[in-house]
């Protein structure tokens, strides 16, 4: 049992090891020399596997499992294994310090525990689909967790306004009870997917928009937005913006006909005129545009 357990953790710490190890060698000829330091590391892992986890990291998690309840799900979360193997969480394999955590559908019903706040090398947070409730923390976000570029909270009870901190690149917390306005700066902050469907959030979202954003997603759909759709404009990168269901007005930019649509849908708003036509929106049929105050074009009939 012990053993089989060092066995996986010393596969994952080299893994990570060797991949450095690799780039710091440009020269073709020192094959022979990575091999072998291969096979040191593989000593030193086996070596240094009890001390891998940063103590203060492996307090933090268990004060987390303690905030949860303690879930049969997370009993293995316990000192007999250092905290790096434990299910759900990952590791920097030269400091041991956490870097993600992943507590996905067990479904726990608590607030998202303060300790978290101490993981401050966390990369990734994923907490999705529990039963979490209360307000999202202010700490979940680049300002006390520096590399935190991850973060799901979708799939829980979770209410209040969403934090003006959470100016997280990836951010999903679709599927909760959240209220109130997005943030006014998150108009300067870099997102790459910004997923908040099926909330109860209301106002402006163009502050999202900008031609040279990174945001290639944007999900809205089922909320009260009411922005002025006509006067976004689309990032270049953008191949997805759901926001059906909200109470978005003005019309469709013209910029949507050149764009590589992966999803695109705005049904079920206050928008009008002219359907952009290009190569991707011709893609999608009527659902995708229906419910709309005065759309017209293909899919939906021609404009008068
Ligand atoms: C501690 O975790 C191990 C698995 O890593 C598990 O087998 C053991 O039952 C756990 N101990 C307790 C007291 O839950
Ligand atoms: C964070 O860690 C410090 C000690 O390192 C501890 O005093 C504090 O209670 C921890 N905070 C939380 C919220 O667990
Ligand atoms: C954040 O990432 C950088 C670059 O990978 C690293 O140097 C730094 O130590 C990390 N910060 C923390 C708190 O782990
Ligand atoms: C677009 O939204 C409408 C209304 O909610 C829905 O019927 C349709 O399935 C959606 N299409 C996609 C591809 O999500």
Redesign the pocket.
């Known amino acids: 049992m012990v053993l089989q357990i060092d066995h996986e953790s010393i596969e994952s710490f080299d893994l990570k090891r060797d991949s450095n190890t690799i780039m710091e060698f440009t020269n073709p000829r020192d094959v022979v020399t990575t091999a072998l330091l291969a096979v040191l590391v593989l000593a030193a892992a086996a070596r240094t596997d009890a001390a891998l986890c940063n103590k203060f990291d492996e307090a933090a998690l268990l004060a987390v499992k303690s905030a949860f309840g303690n879930p049969s799900a997370l009993s293995g979360w316990n000192s007999t294994v250092a905290c790096c193997s434990w299910d759900g969480i990952s590791c920097n394999a030269a400091t041991g310090r956490v870097t993600d955590l992943t507590v996905f559908s067990l479904d726990i019903s608590a607030p998202v525990p303060a300790a978290i706040a101490n993981l401050t090398a966390l990369q990734t947070v994923n907490l999705a689909y529990n039963q979490l409730h209360g307000s999202i923390p202010a700490f979940l976000g680049p300002h006390a967790l520096p590399n935190l570029t991850f973060l799901r909270l979708d799939g829980n009870r979770l209410s209040g306004p969403i934090p003006p901190t959470a100016t997280v690149f990836n951010l999903l917390l679709a599927g909760n009870q959240l209220t109130g306005q997005i943030p006014a700066n998150f108009a300067d902050a870099v997102f790459g997917e910004v997923r908040l469907s099926d909330n109860q959030l209301t106002g402006d979202a163009s502050m999202l928009f900008g031609t040279k954003k990174q945001l290639n997603a944007l999900f809205l ?1 089922r909320n009260g937005f009411r922005f002025d759709l006509g006067r976004v404009e689309l990032p270049e990168v953008m191949d997805i913006l ?1 926001i ?2 909200n109470m978005v007005y003005g019309s469709i930019p013209a910029a949507a006909a050149a764009r590589k649509w992966l ?1 695109f ?1 705005v ?2 708003n206050q928008l009008c005129g002219p359907i952009p036509q290009g190569k991707y929106t011709h893609r999608f049929g009527p ?2 545009f ?2 709309n105050k005065c759309l017209c074009g293909r899919p939906l009939a021609p404009c008068t």
Do not use: M
């Open positions: 759909s759901e059906d269901h999803a849908n049904s079920y659902k995708h229906a419910g």
